[in-house]
């Protein structure tokens, strides 16, 4: 089979790509087993596509792991999920660390069970002076919750004196999220065929182009990445300007 992998140009990647892994139950449920099944095979598409962005040279790579509104789901199934990311980090930290791959997490983090909190930051520590590829965990995460912190923040420093509320600007905003020294994603991808944010990067995703794939998270891996970049290698990004004044300006 050829990869599709020769068809991406090099000069146009995106240097940041976002992804909401969605469809692990219905994939398991598609094979008759239960809906952690299918979290546990998601993580091989997280291994690929970490993989894949790594060898592309695309710098950071955020993935959607677990949102707010998912500590609603039945317990059995979040203690799996959480069980799950310890495990999962701490035997791929040797392989971050080969790969020169550093590893940052954001969300209420606080909110995690103890163990999962400590596996997370010793990888965190261990790979942070990793250069080639940063991977974003969202866990626990809610942008609007997101963007409620950084208004506390700014309200505080407004308190104290540090500020006045007409010295707010966009960068303001920018430096008091989760998010503030990684550039917006250019490209987010959602697998599963759901066309929707589900609370996600409100803020960052203001000019990112969306990718949506029936593909269920477990089946997705190099090739489809690949797929998602070239769609988005073949839009005009126009950021508010006329197709004439971009393609002058390109
Ligand atoms: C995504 O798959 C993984 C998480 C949200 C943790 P789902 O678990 O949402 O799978 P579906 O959408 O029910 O198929
Ligand atoms: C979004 O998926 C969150 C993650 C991928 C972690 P969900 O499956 O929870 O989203 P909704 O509830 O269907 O929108
Ligand atoms: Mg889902």
Not at 40 to 46: L, M, P
Request: charged share 30%; net charge neutral.
């Amino acid at each position: 089979m050829t990869s599709l992998k020769d068809k991406i140009n090099m000069d146009k990647l995106p240097q940041h790509i976002a992804i909401i892994m969605d469809g692990n139950g219905r994939w398991a449920k598609q094979k008759g087993e239960l809906r952690v099944f299918g979290h546990k095979n998601g993580t091989k598409s997280v291994k690929e596509t970490t993989e894949a962005c790594g060898e592309l040279g695309i710098k950071y790579l955020t993935l959607y792991a677990f949102s707010t509104e998912n500590w609603n789901r039945p317990k059995f199934e979040i203690n799996f999920l959480m069980e799950l990311l310890v495990s999962t980090i701490s035997r791929e930290t040797k392989r971050l660390m080969d790969n020169d791959v550093r590893l940052l997490a954001i969300g209420d983090l606080d909110s995690l069970p103890s163990a999962c909190y400590r596996e997370l930051m010793s990888a965190i520590e261990q790979t942070k002076n990793n250069k080639t590829l940063t991977v974003i965990l969202a866990l626990s995460y809610s942008s609007r919750n997101e963007i409620v912190e950084a208004t506390k923040k700014i309200g505080e420093a407004i308190k104290n004196g540090k500020m006045k509320p007409e010295d707010i600007t966009e960068q303001t905003i920018i430096e008091n999220i989760y998010t503030k020294d990684i550039p917006d994603p250019e490209l987010l991808i959602r697998t599963s065929g759901e066309h929707r944010i589900s609370n996600f990067l409100l803020w960052q995703l203001a000019y990112t182009e969306l990718y949506f794939t029936e593909t269920l998270w477990p089946d997705f891996g190099k090739e489809q990445l690949y797929e998602a970049i070239i769609d988005y290698q073949n839009r005009e990004r126009r950021f508010g300007m006329t197709s004439e004044q971009v393609t002058v300006k390109s």
